[in-house]
């Protein structure tokens, strides 16, 4: 549904994406990451057909979004950062708005906007001037204005921006019921929405995709993944830590101590194996206050990735 083939946008002598591949097919949620400057946003905004890149090419259900650009655009809803709106309507004159933009009227126009209001849960605003409403609130109208004609292709750039925890469970329950008829883009920072809601993540660093997998496949690359942690009295620690550290696959334990005479032991396993089992059995033998296993963390493979990109960017400069 949406195909994206060597994508390029400089600005002057700066590059700000150097040639972006993606496929985005139905029913999936794509979670598009990548450090502040990473060309987030000025890839989004090429796919919709807001700035145009300077080569490569972007195609909307085989539209074109250059030569074919009013037809690839009625198949995307939209909502860029900071979600602009005409302050002095108040969301209902916008929705209806929006409604004329996209061609629906009549009963097809009132019901689509009366089930995007019931969706975003704007009736409490729904009269009220969009200038005068909450940063939480203007995100849902933009959000509203997004989803209004219920296009089969979604770009979202951080739809949950400004939210409270109950809208961003709201919203991310949106975008999952919406999921399976519909290819989506998620550009955000926050790692916690790609597990939430995304069924694939790619991150981007210097204009480049630089990892692209499911969450789960990126969450393997951590360090972290498998990794079994227990709290045991400090008394106890050295003891536990030795036999941890004897375990057949186990690559090493790291010791953190904790208020109150409590030490934090947490053992990483060698490629990936599975702790789990032969902690849990040993530590029916000791006084254990907590004792979990990971999946990973996504902020380390974040970190790791774009780090070690940077890094490289700075070596070759030098």
């Given amino acids: 549904m949406i195909e994206i083939e060597g994508l390029t946008k400089r600005f002057g002598p700066f590059v700000a994406v150097a040639g972006i591949d993606l496929v985005v097919p139905k029913g999936e949620v794509l979670g598009f990451l990548g450090p502040n400057g990473a060309g987030k946003s000025t890839t989004m905004k090429m796919v919709t057909g807001y700035l145009s890149p300077t080569s490569g090419r972007v195609r909307i259900l085989g539209h074109d979004i250059e ?28 929705l209806r708005f929006i409604a004329r933009v996209r061609g629906l009227k009549g009963g097809e126009a009132h019901r689509r906007i009366a089930d995007t209001v019931a969706k975003c849960d704007l009736d409490p605003v ?36 400004g939210l409270d925890p109950n809208q961003k469970h709201a919203v991310r329950a949106l975008i999952r019921a919406m999921a399976p008829q519909k290819a989506i883009i998620v550009s955000t920072h926050l790692l ?4 939430a809601i995304c069924t694939r993540a790619v991150i ?36 536990i830590k030795a036999k941890l550290k004897a375990l057949h696959d186990c690559a090493g334990v790291d010791e953190r101590k904790l208020p109150n005479g409590i030490v934090e032991l947490t053992a990483f396993p060698k490629s990936g194996a599975l702790l789990i089992e032969d902690v849990s059995t040993l530590a029916k033998n000791w006084n254990v206050k907590e004792l979990y296993a990971e999946a ?23």
Avoid: C, W
């Fill in 296 to 318: 990973g963390r996504l902020d380390e493979v974040f970190r790791a990735i774009t780090t070690q990109d940077t890094a490289r960017a700075r070596e070759a400069r030098t």
């Fill in 204 to 239: 981007i660093d210097r204009g480049r995709v630089v990892a692209d997998g499911t969450p789960a496949e990126l969450l393997a690359r951590s360090k972290h993944h498998n990794a079994v942690t227990l709290t045991v009295d400090a008394n106890d620690a050295g003891a």
């Fill in 126 to 161: 729904l009269d009220q001037p969009i200038e005068t409403l909450s940063k939480g609130f203007k995100r849902r109208v933009g959000l509203a204005q997004a989803i209004l004609h219920d296009p089969p292709v979604l770009i979202m750039d951080e739809p949950t921006d």
């Fill in 192 to 195: 916690e929405e790609v597990e």
């Fill in 67 to 94: 030569t074919d650009g009013i037809a690839a655009r009625e198949q995307i809803g939209y909502l860029p950062e900071g979600a602009p709106a005409y302050g002095d309507m108040t969301p209902r004159q916008f």
